[in-house]
């Protein structure tokens, strides 16, 4: 128990990173090693999915480089539908950012959710580095 030990107020308003029975544990820097796994936590917020007929759901991934905007990975559009529990207006995503195919630099991951029939969110960025 990481808590055991700290005071009540500097834990309170936290909430674990949980999806599919998986905690992830934020890192304390936006560096990372190329030989090291890499996770990306992220949430869904969904009024609608505790409605009758909750909508599909899906995301895409994209990793550009910082400086020229190219484009380096792109994960394409895949559903997250399995992640949706029954009830539930967020949707708890963990994912791997492939980083082992990245060379030595800056870069920004952008992810895009989408809900049938095509509304899409905002996006949403984070900018990293590989080592």
């Given at each position: 128990?990481?808590?055991?030990?700290?005071?009540?107020?500097?834990?309170?308003?936290?909430?674990?990173?949980?999806?599919?029975?998986?905690?992830?544990?934020?890192?304390?820097?936006?560096?990372?090693?190329?030989?090291e796994?890499?996770?990306?936590?992220?949430e869904?917020?969904?009024?609608l999915?505790?409605?009758?007929?909750?909508?599909?759901?899906?995301?895409?991934?994209?990793?550009l480089?910082?400086?020229?905007?190219?484009?380096?990975?792109?994960?394409?559009?895949?559903?997250?539908?399995?992640?949706?529990?029954?009830?539930?207006?967020?949707?708890?995503?963990?994912?791997?950012?492939?980083?082992?195919?990245?060379s030595?630099?800056?870069?920004?991951?952008?992810?895009?959710?989408?809900?049938s029939?095509?509304?899409?969110?905002?996006?949403r960025?984070?900018?990293?580095?590989?080592?």
């Amino acid at each position: 128990d990481f808590a055991s030990g700290l005071d009540l107020a500097s834990v309170q308003g936290r909430k674990a990173l949980v999806a599919r029975s998986v905690e992830i544990i934020p890192a304390g820097s936006s560096r990372f090693q190329r030989g090291e796994p890499c996770l990306a936590f992220l949430e869904i917020y969904e009024p609608l999915l505790s409605g009758p007929n909750p909508p599909k759901l899906s995301l895409q991934i994209r990793i550009l480089d910082r400086q020229t905007g190219e484009q380096k990975a792109d994960s394409g559009v895949f559903g997250v539908d399995n992640l949706v529990r029954a009830g539930d207006q967020v949707v708890p995503v963990s994912l791997t950012v492939p980083i082992a195919t990245l060379s030595p630099g800056g870069y920004r991951l952008e992810v895009k959710a989408t809900r049938s029939p095509g509304t899409d969110s905002a996006i949403r960025l984070a900018d990293f580095d590989v080592q």
